[in-house]
């Protein structure tokens, strides 16, 4: 038998333990465990349950002793620039804000009167968000001044599950590349800018590559779910394992890693930080090996899943597919990237609100609502494909879409047409798999990236629509 790797894959709105091993030059997976997660509200704060978290990380591991498939190593993935501050008893110091709180409004333009939009856009790549670190932080230096001062550590999301079940500190480069103060050129914490921005030097540590191991669980982790393992780090922005499972080896190879956001873009060997890019908002996050991703953020599934939730969850995913397709002449649009979708108080009522300001008609029934979103998000990446295309100078023949996204067909159809290319679709787990795929190659499973892509294309189900 050969041996089983744990992929620990934290999204926003649950997580799951999924075991992989390699078989015959194939990946196989097994989810053995779920969870639930979600921001919180908290007075007027939208917060992260860490305690809820890590119970269900170590509750996920005891159930690897139950069924006896015991990992030989595991790495932790989650969304980025979420952190947790630790004072110098590794105690953790303020609240653990969640990207979608508003505290950061506004910060933008603050941080942009200290150091230019386009200097920090030349030396960092990230791309203008409110709910960067590098704004939260900031939102932080002038509401909480001695939260920043009792702090010795910034450990990112997975960074800091990472030390709870292991004890080691250590930054993980791709997440922290999502803070906008990781030096493009350097692979580095852009230090000059730390200091201009009044955060404390001593709380960025040296950011390590995937691949890197962390540590053995603390004793009374591994005494409480009864065996021991190696934490490896690995890509622990979840994007950045998702595009490991691109199933490509083409250098020109255009992917949506497609989930409660839509990250669209391309691999390059360099951060691309013109002003072309910066102007079209497109952000240079780092990835396996240093490889970067150009890309831009879409507020993807976000949207139907919020309008899911508003009418109960009584509608799967796949039904509402179904029903935007029959309602699929629906003319109306919105922008899905407008900021006025990351977090209104009723997602139905905001479309409507942004439909009637632009003299469109309003949908009457959820068929048509979920054609709205869907044919939105279509428009959406057509565009980005035109605005990748413009700023790289190449041609993409096809477009790759990676993770749960890729199980809506509709949307898959809708995308070929918009683009005007053929779609490639899956592996829906893509997230998981490259967690995975970044332990197998540290453990000699693989040699490379290339040949565990190569075993992506054998090992999972890809489906082509024209």
């Known amino acids: 038998m050969s041996d089983h790797y744990l992929a620990v894959d934290i999204g926003a709105s649950s997580g799951r333990h999924i075991l992989g091993r390699v078989e015959n030059g194939k990946i196989e997976l097994e989810e053995i465990y779920r969870f639930e997660n979600g921001m919180i509200h908290s007075g007027d704060s939208l917060l992260w349950d860490t305690e809820h978290l890590f119970t269900e990380i170590v509750n996920g591991l005891k159930r690897c002793k139950e069924i006896g498939k015991i990992p030989v190593t595991m790495g932790i993935d989650t969304w980025g620039v979420d952190y947790v501050l630790l004072d110098d008893e590794d105690k953790t110091v303020g609240k653990t804000y969640g990207y979608r709180d508003h505290r950061t409004d506004g910060y933008p333009d603050k941080v942009y009167n200290i150091i230019s939009e386009k200097e920090l856009y030349a030396h960092t790549g990230t791309q203008k968000q409110s709910f960067n670190t590098i704004f939260q932080l900031s939102a ?14 910034m450990l990112m999301m997975p ?37 201009k921005l009044g955060f404390p030097d001593r709380i960025f540590l040296k950011p390590e590559k995937p691949g890197t191991r962390l540590g053995n669980l603390r004793s ?11 934490v490896m780090i690995i890509g622990s922005h979840d994007t950045a394992s998702a595009v490991m499972s691109v199933p490509s080896s083409a250098e020109d190879t255009l992917y949506i890693s497609s989930g409660t956001w839509s990250l669209m873009g391309v691999e390059n060997p360099t951060a691309v930080t013109t002003d072309d890019a910066r102007r079209a908002n497109f952000t240079n996050e780092g990835g396996y090996d ?6 831009k953020n879409i507020m993807g599934l976000w949207m139907i899943q919020q309008v899911r939730h508003e009418l109960g969850d009584r509608y799967s995913f796949a039904e509402l597919c179904d029903m935007a397709e029959k309602e699929r002449t629906f003319p109306s649009r919105v922008d899905a990237n407008d900021p006025r979708f990351l977090s209104p108080d009723n997602m139905q009522e905001e479309i409507r609100k942004a439909l009637r300001e632009n003299g469109q008609k309003e949908p009457e029934n959820v068929g048509q609502m979920a054609a709205v979103i869907y044919q939105s998000l279509a428009n959406a990446y057509a565009k980005t494909l035109d605005e990748i295309e413009s700023i790289t100078g190449r041609h993409y023949e096809a477009v790759n879409i990676i993770g749960g996204g890729s199980k809506a067909s509709y949307l898959n159809l809708l995308t070929a047409d918009a683009c005007g290319r053929m779609v490639i679709a899956g592996p829906d787990e893509g997230t998981a798999v490259g967690n995975l795929m970044c332990q197998m190659i540290s453990a000699g499973d693989f040699k490379d990236l290339k040949e565990a892509r190569a075993a992506v294309t054998e090992s999972f189900d890809i489906k082509t629509y024209n």
Do not use: C, H, M
């Not at 932080?140 to 550590?153: I, M, N, Q």
């Not at 240093?290 to 890309?295: D, E, H």
């Open 159 to 195: 960074d800091y599950f990472g030390f709870r079940l292991t004890g080691v500190k250590k930054q993980e480069y791709t997440n922290a590349t999502t803070t906008g103060l990781i030096n493009a050129l350097t692979n580095d914490w852009d230090r000059e800018f730390i200091a």
């Open 290 to 295: 240093y490889r970067y991703r150009f890309l």
């Open 140 to 153: 932080l230096r002038d509401s909480e001044p001695e939260v920043l001062e009792k702090a010795a550590a």
């Open 220 to 230: 009374e982790i591994a005494d409480e779910i009864g065996f021991d393992l190696t």
